[in-house]
């Protein structure tokens, strides 16, 4: 036989039963927004955390705060070709805003100096007379002339004159 009234104790056992659903729901909602939230604040941190000296220098030219030192030019003979070709360049040095780096920079220049020219007299006349050579030229400079500082590192190398012949 069906039950035509519910009594007011089954009316609160189904109240009941609807709550406890209501705050799971919440509850569980809670949970994956703090998760969510503890990701993005993680990943923040760990993608926007510079790497160490590297991470300041480029942290600091990226912001504009470089200087440049003009290294003159530089006409040397390539390798491998008994005089023949040669290579004429002007180059510029970029570093970032470092007084000790500065004072250090225009201490060794004459080191510097060697260090770009004998990079380049390794160079054959093939390895430099390409049209995408220049960037494999700076960064083989580049790497020549840090390995020569002991207070920082140059961000740059530009060619303001280039002439191989």
């Known amino acids: 036989m069906p039950k035509a009234n519910l009594s ?7 109240g009941a ?6 705050k799971k729901t919440w509850l569980i909602i809670m949970v994956v927004l703090i998760i969510l939230a503890g990701s993005a604040g993680g990943a923040y941190w760990y993608f926007h ?11 600091k030219v990226a912001a504009g705060e ?3 030192l003009d290294m003159g030019e530089v006409v040397v003979n390539l390798s ?3 005089g023949s070709h040669y290579l004429r360049v002007k180059i510029v040095i970029e570093y970032p805003k470092d007084k000790k780096l ?3 920079l225009k201490k060794k220049k004459h080191t510097v100096s ?3 020219i004998t990079t380049l007299r390794s160079k054959t006349y093939t390895e430099v007379s390409a049209a995408n050579s220049a960037q494999a030229l700076k960064l083989s400079i580049m790497e020549e002339v840090n390995n020569n500082l002991d207070s920082g590192e140059i961000t740059g190398v530009y060619f303001t004159d280039f002439l191989v012949q």
């Open 8 to 14: 007011a104790d089954d009316g609160e056992k189904a």
């Open 17 to 22: 039963k609807t709550k406890p659903k209501k």
């Open 49 to 59: 955390k510079p790497a160490g000296e590297a991470g300041e220098a480029k942290k």
């Open 66 to 68: 470089s200087e440049s």
């Open 80 to 82: 491998g070709s008994g």
């Open 102 to 104: 500065a004072e250090e």
């Open 114 to 116: 060697d260090a770009i």
